[in-house]
């Protein structure tokens, strides 16, 4: 029998966990309920301290006016009579009940007292001595069920010459009325903060649903975004500027560069294998030509130099696009410390060759002082060579190549001129980008890939520096690059 109690409770509570009524709960978990929550706690939270307030403050208040009262009634109740019986001074008092009051003996004894006088009242230890020192006092003191507020003060009598302490008169009030007052306010507080904050839970849940809906209108449009996979929606539009449409702005300006690198990232991949489909199509046409029918020696030897120049091509682009690979990512250059002006006239050694053989003039002006960088010197040899090498390529026959080094306050600086045909302004922008060429037929015959530029840029971006352009379509073009000089030799 227990056993198959036990196992039908087993069965049940199994069920009534799996049941919606935890899933219901689950809005527990939100940040409105804990919004709801907290509005409810602060708002029950100052009713009570206001409440707190509000009674002992009317506690204090209906006390002081008892007070006032029974030292009313004290005074009035005893006064001098004409009984002037000179021994016995306390034949010269009479007293008056005007409230529930008595007349004590200085030790204690009851001489008189009004029939309202609750007489089992008892006379506290410390009384009769304050009473003797002239003091009167206030206090509470419970009888039975009622509490009462008594009232002492000492009596004296005036004999024309002398002031002598004879008795001591106690006035009481039961503070029933009272009590009943403060415990009618604490009942009505207590049904008021009931009342009040199941409703501000309400007027919470609904505030905070409102201050919410911008967030949860942006969390479905990001969902909406990861669930089509397309970055080009956004999620601000129609948003305020507060605090969630900054947000969403913020999202959208992450999207935005999302987009823009997963685009690059797509247009070098389509690039790269356009760049690398080419040679590779020629190469395959060059082969099957060659083997269509037998050859002699000679023109298999032909053959055979005209595909090494397409691989050599090949090569450069795949070596290109290695590079561009490696220095793109964040590792930091080597520190080599740099003399500018001696990398500088390495290339330019090295591109003479080049230059006389287009019949243009290269020439070298170096500052007096010495620029030194740190950096990676094979990979700054690298960028200085590419501009030259774009100079000369860029510039017909006859012209002039200058290449100039000097430094300011923190850079050094090399710049490269020519008086070649110079870059129009649409595609300045762009001619950093990987595989951009300003007019691909040219280009091509020059046997630019169009990478050389963006290597320059990635090269000097991992180190500190930059690449600028100014350029002059049929006048010429200056490419200045900026490195940071070592610190302590700048002074
Ligand atoms: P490579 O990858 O072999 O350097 P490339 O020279 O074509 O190929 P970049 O060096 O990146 O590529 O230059 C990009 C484009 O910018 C060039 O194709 C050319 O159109 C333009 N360009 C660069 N330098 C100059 C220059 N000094 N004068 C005129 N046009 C230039
Ligand atoms: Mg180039």
Excluded at 151 to 167: E, H, I, L
Excluded at 188 to 211: H, K, M, Y
Excluded at 435 to 442: G, K, M, N, P, W
Aim: charged content about 20%; aromatic content about 6%.
């Amino acid at each position: 029998m227990i056993t198959r109690y036990s196992l039908l409770v087993t069965r049940y509570s199994f069920e009534f966990f799996n049941s919606n009524f935890f899933v219901m709960l689950s809005f527990t978990r939100t940040l409105r309920f804990r919004l709801a929550l907290w509005f409810m706690a602060v708002l029950g939270g100052a009713m009570v301290v206001l409440g707190a307030l509000i009674y002992f403050g009317l506690q204090q208040a209906l006390l002081n006016n008892v007070d006032i009262t029974l030292r009313n009634a004290a005074v009035r109740s005893v006064i001098p009579s004409n009984n002037d019986a000179a021994d016995d001074q306390l034949r010269r008092l009479s007293f008056i009940s005007l409230a529930p009051s008595r007349l004590l003996s200085l030790d204690g004894t009851m001489l008189q007292f009004d029939a309202a006088f609750p007489v089992d009242l008892p006379i506290a230890p410390d009384l009769l001595g304050i009473i003797q020192a002239g003091n009167a006092r206030f206090e509470t003191q419970p009888l039975g069920s009622v509490a009462y507020r008594l009232y002492s003060a000492p009596v004296s009598v005036n004999d024309g010459v002398n002031n002598t302490r004879v008795a001591a008169v106690q006035v009481v009030q039961s503070l029933e009325n009272e009590y009943t007052t403060l415990a009618n306010m604490r009942r009505l507080f207590g049904i008021l903060i009931l009342v009040t904050l199941p409703l501000a839970g309400l007027g919470g849940w609904f505030l905070a649903g409102r201050a919410l809906a911008p967030i949860e209108h942006v969390r479905r449009d990001v969902a909406s975004i990861i669930g089509n996979a397309d970055l080009s929606q956004r999620v601000s539009e129609g948003l305020p500027d507060d605090e969630v449409g900054k947000l969403a702005r913020t999202f959208d300006g992450l999207l935005a560069r999302i987009e823009g690198a997963m685009s690059r990232e797509r247009q070098f991949t389509a690039d790269a294998s356009h760049e690398l489909r080419s040679p590779l199509a020629a190469l395959k046409g060059e082969i099957s030509v060659a083997l269509n029918r037998p050859r002699s020696a000679a023109e298999y030897r032909d053959t055979l130099s005209e595909l090494e120049t397409s691989v050599d091509d090949m090569t450069h682009v795949v070596e290109d696009l290695l590079t561009l690979a490696r220095t793109n990512n964040d590792t930091k250059p080597a520190d080599q410390p740099i003399e500018v002006v001696e990398m500088v006239m390495g290339v330019c050694d090295r591109m003479m060759v080049l230059a006389h053989e287009k019949s243009l003039e290269l020439r070298v002006k170096l500052s007096a002082d010495q620029p030194v960088v740190t950096g990676d010197r094979s990979q700054l040899t690298r960028v200085v060579t590419n501009l030259v090498d774009n100079a000369i390529r860029y510039t017909p026959a006859g012209g002039v190549v200058e290449v100039r080094v000097s430094r300011n306050v923190a850079h050094a600086l090399v710049e490269v001129q020519d008086t070649g045909i110079g870059i129009a302004p649409e595609h300045a922008p762009h001619i950093f980008d990987r595989f951009y060429r300003t007019d691909s037929a040219r280009s091509r015959e020059n046997g630019g890939t169009g990478l050389g530029l963006a290597i320059a840029q990635a090269i000097m971006q991992r180190h500190g520096g930059d690449i600028g352009v100014a350029s002059e379509v049929g006048v010429g073009t200056l490419f200045t690059v900026r490195l940071p000089l070592v610190a302590d030799l700048t002074a």
